[in-house]
């Protein structure tokens, strides 16, 4: 039998070695790097910020990164208790495959925006009041989200 408490003990130690040995390396690699380089090293990617598209009254509650492409928001409207969900691409252009999906689990309702799109994917509406909600975006293949999230407090009436 293993001790359990015993194993996540070790198992922190040595991630929090790897971690601090990681978190050197980079600064002895930019030490030695010659300055000309690192004046040239790429940008990184400005993060998407959510543009407003889900209407007046919503704001974002919970957003996921996909990756460097963009960003997923979930949004919610307090006044008519609707959720919104929004994917929105870091630096639009040629039309990729995209897609904004919200969700619960009972009753079973799913509803999604999907196709190509030069900036967003979305906006995508559900009345959760009360409920967990499943949302996620997709930009080429990048997947982001959360799984029963952002659950009302009151119980909803249906």
């Known amino acids: 039998m293993i001790d359990i408490r015993r194993a996540a003990a070790i198992g922190a130690a040595v991630t929090a070695t790897a971690c601090a040995a990681v978190a050197l390396a980079p600064a002895a690699a930019v030490?030695?790097?010659?300055?000309?380089q690192r004046a040239t090293a790429a940008p990184k990617?400005?993060?998407?910020?959510?543009?407003?598209?889900?209407?007046?009254?919503y704001a974002v509650v919970n957003s996921a990164q996909i990756g460097t492409k963009g960003t997923v928001f979930l949004t919610y409207n307090?006044?008519?208790?609707?959720n919104c969900v929004v994917t929105i691409r870091n630096?639009?252009?040629?039309?990729?495959?995209?897609?904004?999906?919200?969700?619960?689990?009972?009753?079973?309702?799913?509803?999604?925006?999907?196709?190509?799109?030069?900036t967003y994917a979305g906006p995508v509406?559900?009345?959760a009041r009360g409920?967990?909600?499943t949302w996620r975006g997709e930009i080429s293949g990048e997947v982001a989200g959360?799984?029963?999230?952002?659950?009302?407090?009151?119980?909803?009436t249906r």
């Open 31 to 36: 030490a030695a790097e010659p300055a000309a």
């Open 45 to 57: 990617a400005a993060a998407a910020q959510y543009n407003g598209v889900c209407g007046s009254g």
């Open 78 to 82: 307090s006044t008519t208790g609707k």
């Open 91 to 118: 630096k639009p252009g040629k039309a990729v495959h995209m897609t904004a999906s919200l969700g619960f689990a009972s009753p079973t309702t799913t509803v999604t925006d999907t196709g190509y799109f030069t």
């Open 125 to 127: 509406y559900l009345d």
């Open 131 to 133: 409920l967990c909600v």
């Open 146 to 156: 959360k799984n029963g999230t952002n659950c009302g407090s009151r119980a909803a």
